[in-house]
């Protein structure tokens, strides 16, 4: 196997654990927070930056590469490791999220999935198949099940069936990967906001028996109470010996609760994004720092934040920044907010370690304005 | 005095030399490239960067920091080396290449300028007294007269009322500056692509005595051999003793050009510009990255280049960078090209240091395309 999972602690007040997942490429520590690299690269950062932020494992996205630079140029590099300079894991999606949030005209069948490229608008044919074969091309560690992601709200009848060709895809997927000792895959559950769904999901995607498994289909617009209902009567049917993976989740409070339900991974472009947009992730709620407000504001943006941004600018400089179109300011930003999460996690693991998960959670509420 | 010069070394074969400018802030060796840091930040790069590069000394612009964030900012900010995190020296020029190139609707009056703001059309007025203000609230290490730069082609007669406005201009900002023993001020030699102008300005200027001269006025759309032949006819009127800064040129043929005929510092946007652009400058010419045709080359911009850039990544991932518009692809380019051009620098000071300068040239010349 490419990756093995070790429990090595449960919090007694909650399901939070922490664990070890071992990965041809090193080892990482669960929970973790995989910062998004969508087109072979985390948006303004350079591999070393992200070591530097101790990111463990980045993400990249298999329907991006595939249409730029084209998995082929990838696998002629050597990989995507190779390609982008970037040694330590990768975890590759399958492609299926962004073919039906992105691609044009698509048209769904057993086969898979017809669509027109939001670059070019050209045609393109997506399957289970051709998913694993492209993230073979990109060498990730961790790769996915060729999903369908249903909107929300969606009609209870469209997404049973839709989960129900999920599991087919998903068995398409395992049968179709060539190297399981070197690349891993992971299941997906699905089954939109229907709990009964997600549970035949999840007793359908474990009984493959997938080396780490995914819960997707969340974080697509529905209320949070709901997604967090949803994930809370998911988990349990997942297997504590494995990996558990929540797509599409990296805000602070839903990280938060996702942990205390049992979730162990999460990847997010919430923290590049907003930082591109001109705001800054602090422990006390998010800062608009293009904001007028911050013109004459020479303090840091956090006073007692530790990373190489807070230490050496101020709000001002980096508003001037933003408002001046400077890329270093979009950098500064990203540096911030991934050095933010990534701390977050940090403490986060250090609670469950000291077993007081729920006390540090409250203290942390207690400051976040969401 | 801010700042004094030493000549150290003179080429036997050529005007070229070598000397060091001691500055409040470090001392730097000439020839020297000044890259461009016009919004307090050079594009894509942290001051961290720029010194792993070897930049001794950046360039700041009075006019956009003036509009944008405001002198009165950067002054509350203890100046623009604290604003922007860096503690090497700084040359600002005097706003009077922007107001002309960039200000909207100008009135020139003996007074000064009045022109609108290129960000929001609000209506400014600069005077030589405003420049220096500005200068002394960003606190740069070097100070630029306020000067008329005429656009290519001009009349003689114009050229000449503006060269003689440009000297009464020079003589109200010494008089203007207030702490001549922080902040040196040089002056700036113009006269279009008159020559006997050129001297005319030359005699006046270095008449009032500065610790250092710019010519300016050249590399505004005149032929290559009318700048150097005007270039040319202008150093022979500038004192031995001084520095001498030819404004606003920074391609590695116009740079050994000027050199040879004994310039000291350059700035330019070029570098930096056309990284933005997909260029990567070599010892060859020009290489257009984005092209098609590196869409499969795996080796780096440079064989033999001992840059962060060459060392980890290939042709064909910074033209995917460069296509998907990717900012790490823009920050790697830059890198790249200001690497080039301060190694390239500090080769052409070896040869003057071993009295070989021409013969390095010409082996230069071999290789470069332009």
Not at 1 to 6: E, K
Not at 40 to 49: F, I, L
Not at 204 to 231: H, I, N, Q, R, W
Request: proline share 5%; hydrophobic share 35%; with cysteine.
């Amino acid at each position: 196997m490419a990756i093995s999972y070790q429990l090595e602690q449960t919090s007694s007040e909650s399901r939070a654990r922490l664990g070890k997942l071992k990965t041809p490429r090193g080892e990482i520590q669960t929970p973790v927070f995989m910062p998004v690299g969508t087109q072979a690269t985390v948006k303004t950062m350079t591999p070393e930056e992200l070591k530097n932020l101790d990111a463990e494992i980045i993400l990249g996205n298999t329907y991006h590469l595939h249409l730029r630079p084209g998995n082929d140029i990838v696998r002629e590099a050597d990989g995507l490791h190779k390609f982008m300079n970037w040694d330590r894991p990768i975890l590759t999606d399958s492609g299926g999220f962004q073919v039906f949030s992105l691609g044009k005209l698509r048209q769904i069948s057993e086969q898979g999935v017809e669509f027109r490229s939001h670059i070019d608008g050209s045609k393109l044919f997506m399957t289970p198949e051709k998913s694993i074969e492209i993230q073979e091309d990109l060498g990730s560690d961790i790769m996915m099940v060729f999903d369908e992601c249903p909107p929300y709200p969606a009609e209870y009848d469209y997404v049973k069936e839709s989960m129900d060709r999920t599991i087919r895809w998903s068995k398409r997927c395992l049968q179709h990967q060539k190297h399981p000792e070197k690349q891993a895959l992971f299941g997906i559950v699905q089954g939109g906001m229907y709990p009964e769904l997600r549970k035949e999901s999840a007793l359908k995607t474990t009984e493959l028996d997938f080396p780490g498994y995914a819960v997707g289909g969340l974080s697509v617009g529905e209320p949070k109470e709901m997604m967090l209902e949803v994930l809370n009567t998911t988990i349990p049917y997942l297997p504590e010996e494995k990996p558990r993976y929540l797509m599409g989740v990296g805000t602070p409070d839903y990280i938060i609760e996702a942990v205390r339900m049992g979730i162990d991974m999460f990847d997010c472009v919430y923290p590049t994004r907003v930082a591109r947009n001109g705001t800054a992730m602090t422990r006390f709620g998010n800062l608009t720092v293009r904001n007028a407000v911050f013109q004459r504001d020479f303090q840091p943006i956090e006073e007692d934040c530790d990373c190489y941004v807070c230490q050496n600018y101020s709000r001002a400089y980096l508003r001037h920044l933003i408002k001046a179109n400077e890329i270093l300011g979009f950098r500064l930003l990203t540096w911030h907010n991934l050095f933010f999460l990534i701390k977050l996690i940090k403490e986060l693991r250090q609670a469950i370690a000291d077993d007081n998960f729920l006390a540090w959670r409250d203290s942390f509420y207690k400051n976040y304005q969401n």
